[in-house]
Nanobody, 121 residues
Framework: QVQLVESGGGLVQAGGSLRLSCAASGRTFTMGWFRQAPGKEREFVAAKTWGGSTDYADSVKDRFTISRDNAKNTVDLQMNSLKPEDTAVYYC??????????????????WGQGTQVTVST
């Protein structure tokens, strides 16, 4: 099994930037990010495959950038122009194989513990 550990969460003012990182203990096919605010369902944020294909939620497109280093088994999420509605616990997720739907949480079999991102007004 692959373990995922997130880091980089914190408090930032609206309009600011934050970078999240996730380290995996082994190789994965798809690595991505989900987020969950209190009282809300977990939602897809972004994902990137081993080969470099990317997928973003409409709400973060053009503001967030996902990147990964296959040699290091890491994935990062650069978040710019942050808004209060971005406040949530952000979870790193990964799949062991391809052919799955990247924006569905059920596609992922590896999950990190989550890191809190709070955007203040």
């Amino acid at each position: 099994q692959v373990q995922l550990v997130e880091s980089g969460g914190g408090l930032v003012q609206a309009g600011g930037s934050l970078r999240l990182s996730c380290a995996a203990s082994g190789r994965t096919f798809t690595m991505g990010w989900f987020r969950q605010a209190p009282g809300k369902e977990r939602e897809f944020v972004a994902a990137k495959t081993w080969g470099g294909s990317t997928d973003y939620a409409d709400s973060v497109k053009d503001r967030f950038t996902i990147s990964r280093d296959n040699a290091k088994n890491t994935v990062d999420l650069q978040m710019n122009s942050l808004k209060p509605e971005d406040t949530a616990v952000y979870y790193c997720a990964a799949t062991s194989g391809g052919g799955l739907i990247p924006h569905r949480s059920s596609s992922y079999n590896y999950w990190g513990q989550g890191t809190q991102v709070t955007v203040s007004t």
